[in-house]
């Protein structure tokens, strides 16, 4: 198997279209990207098994979907406009701008090789808006740089008209926008990129508890999701690194070819969000405890994760390359659940379309995911599978007009066996 780089796994996403730069046909913009249909598949299979994931747990855990648009008094409150910046600096001699954090200032710059720098500047990381055609303090307007502000908000509303108890969650899934200073690595580090949150509502005395109990939970997910678990780990912040409103923070890191980085976060908030949006807004968000006959703030377990940062991982976790008999091939070993596509029905000749199509439609009106290709050797038809990720292949031949079998090729193992057309739905469930 060859090493799996960044550049083959962005080849292959323009090549299939998986991924699109954003506005390509007027050279792109930075750090912002689309997602054809094989990525919004593989998006839409993502999200249905984190929300599958998140809301099966003992406890109630609610959806929500809040706003993007977010006014200064939430940002101001949650500490995003006073903390929310990188330090940036810029090189005066090639005008290249670069995260402080990530240079060695003693050094030359890395682009041009001349040493001439300007002071380092906090650089806010929201995009700010007017809302209206006024532009004052009253009118101004953020695109949340995370959605855990819009279920923070949103706390009392869902307390009060859902008639949930505590210990409960609240999650979310949703766009969230960064100006970072230096977008890379393709989807690991985009300026509008979706996130997966969950906030979970608990007493401060089983916050603790279940802070462990949520790592758990996030691990058990990843193994369900087929990821390498020798490629995953956690790593817990140290003091100083820690974000302005958590009180621990536990990473799940994964082993990209560019090192071990962040895939997800899960921070122990404290009752820091409730209590600041309680006091900006004057509004109590503390809770009533029937049993001690006291109010207290809840306190707040999080996990968040990037759908995109998944999806990239996920690219990386299955991409392999064989040999067969000399030639290379390139597989995706998507779990069938993760696959954009479940099953490709392939007529050996073009002569049998019309008789292998209805297995096509039959399967599609059951809501499968399934493609229909009836161009090129069959040999590169299944290439063109492996290539996306899809696990079986069914290819209708001329012994099928007879015995109404298929051949059922699957993709890892690359056995083939006969199966009956009739029994092709039950072998799709199987999968
Ligand atoms: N509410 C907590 C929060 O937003 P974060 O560590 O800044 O914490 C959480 O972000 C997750 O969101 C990250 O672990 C990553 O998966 C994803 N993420 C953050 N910034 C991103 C970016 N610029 N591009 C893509 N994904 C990003």
Known sequence: MANVTLEKIVALCKRRGFVYQSAEIYSGLNGVYDFGPLGAELKRNIRKLWIESVTSTPEEVLLIEGSILGSHQVW???????????????????????????????????????????????????????????????????????????????????????????????????????????????????????????????????????????????????????????????????????????????????????????????????????RQHSAHSGKDLSVFDEQTKESYMPHVVESSVGVDRLFLTL?????????????????????PAIAPITAAILPLSKKLSENAKPIYENLKKQSFRVQFDESGSIGKRYRRQDEIGTPVCFTFDFDSLEDNNVTARNRDTLKQERVSIDRLEMYLRKL
């Open 76 to 274: 101001e409150a949650s500490g995003h406009l006073k903390n929310f910046s990188d330090p940036m600096i810029d090189c005066l001699n090639c005008k290249k701008r670069f995260r402080a954090d990530e240079l060695n200032l003693e050094k030359a710059c890395p682009s041009c090789g001349v040493k001439n720098w300007t002071d380092v500047r906090q650089f806010q990381l929201m995009f700010e808006t007017n809302l209206g055609a006024l532009s004052d303090q009253a009118t101004k307007a953020y695109l949340r740089p995370e959605t855990a502000q819009s279920i923070f908000i949103n706390f009392k509303n869902v307390l009060s008209t859902y008639r949930v108890k505590i210990p409960f969650g609240i999650a979310q899934i949703g766009k969230a926008f960064r100006n970072e200073i230096t977008p890379k690595q393709f989807l690991f580090r985009m300026r509008e990129f979706e996130q997966m949150e969950l906030e979970f509502f608990c007493k401060p005395e089983s916050s603790d508890k279940y802070f462990d109990t949520w790592i758990e939970h996030r691990m058990k997910f990843y193994e369900k999701i087929g990821l390498n678990q020798s490629k995953l780990r956690l790593r817990k912040h140290e003091q100083d690194e820690l974000a302005h409103y958590s009180k621990q923070c536990t990473d799940v890191e994964y082993e990209f070819p560019f090192g071990w980085k962040e895939l997800e976060g899960i921070a122990h908030r404290s009752d820091y969000d409730l």
């Open 315 to 335: 690219l990386f976790d299955s991409y392999h390359e064989d040999n067969i008999e000399g030639d290379t091939r390139t597989v995706l070993r998507f779990n």
